[in-house]
């Protein structure tokens, strides 16, 4: 590990800049390969990860690693973040202030990882990296280029398991994911897919 890593985690590990750090059990760093080529972004922990202190560890968490496996990948080779890195108490959605409190901290992330990809989960991660009119429903799937980087964003893993109906369009974006894997990242390895 990098000395610039190890001091953004000390950093990041005292962090009382909003409200969530005083109710938090474990700050969720982060999780995987800190040279991957693609970065995955959710919301915020929920109550699996703050006691765990590590990202989608629950029912949603699993789903996610379904999906990477469709394409070829797992969880040590991608690396994965949220928005927010302390849990919102009942798992509401992270206010603006905390978002606006906590970005920073994913920006070094995005700074040391260089991902050449980024896949916002759900409509709270696109509304911060895209653009605050983000429409999920509408411009899942489709990449845009937001300040040097190519990022798209796709149905966050809770709303696949609340709605089966959108894992179709799920599936799709992460075919499209594959192909722009296969065109831009040479040190991903997607062989062994099956979508
Ligand atoms: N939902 C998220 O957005 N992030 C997690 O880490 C877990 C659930």
């Known amino acids: 590990m990098s000395d610039s890593w190890t001091q953004l985690k000390q950093d990041c590990a005292a962090c009382q800049n909003c409200p ?79 978002q606006q409190a906590c970005i920073g901290w994913l920006e070094r992330q995005v700074e040391l990882i260089r991902p050449k990809l980024i896949v916002c989960l759900g409509r709270i991660a696109a509304m911060a990296l895209i653009d605050p009119g983000f429409r999920i429903t509408r411009q899942h799937g489709q990449w845009f280029d937001v300040k040097g980087r190519r990022i798209m964003a796709t149905y966050h893993p809770s709303a696949l398991l609340r709605d089966e109906s959108k894992r179709p369009e799920a599936f799709m974006d992460l075919r499209e994911l594959r192909k722009e894997i296969r065109e831009r990242c040479p040190n991903t390895d997607i062989r062994y897919d099956t979508l």
Do not use: W
């Open 20 to 98: 969530l750090g005083a109710t938090r059990t474990n700050l969720v760093f982060g999780v995987g390969d800190e040279k991957a080529e693609v970065l995955f972004v959710g919301e915020g922990p929920g109550e699996q990860e703050d006691l765990k202190g590590e990202p989608f560890v629950g029912p949603a968490g699993k789903l996610l690693d379904d999906m990477l496996a469709m394409i070829g990948l797992d969880r040590s080779r991608v690396y994965i973040a949220n928005i927010v890195k302390c849990r919102p108490p009942h798992n509401r959605d992270p206010q603006p202030n905390e």
